[in-house]
């Protein structure tokens, strides 16, 4: 494929319009999208003492033995 037609075929799809365009009718535009907020009684049952790397973890010195 040449420049020009490469060119040519991604100027089409940059004006197509975005299915969130207020111009479109309401029945052919997306619903916009909720964001859902995370329950922090997720996290509520992890103590600090376990998110806390230890010197086990990460070792001083590799052991290459």
């Not at 940059?14 to 922090?40: F, G, H, I």
């Amino acid at each position: 494929m040449g420049k020009q037609k490469k060119t040519r075929k991604y100027a089409t799809m940059e004006r197509m319009p975005s299915l969130r365009d207020q111009r479109l009718k309401e029945k052919d535009r997306l619903k916009p999208k909720k964001k859902e907020k995370k329950d922090p009684s997720i996290w509520a049952h992890y103590t600090t003492s376990w998110l806390i790397p230890t010197l086990s973890t990460f070792p001083l010195k590799p052991n290459w033995t």
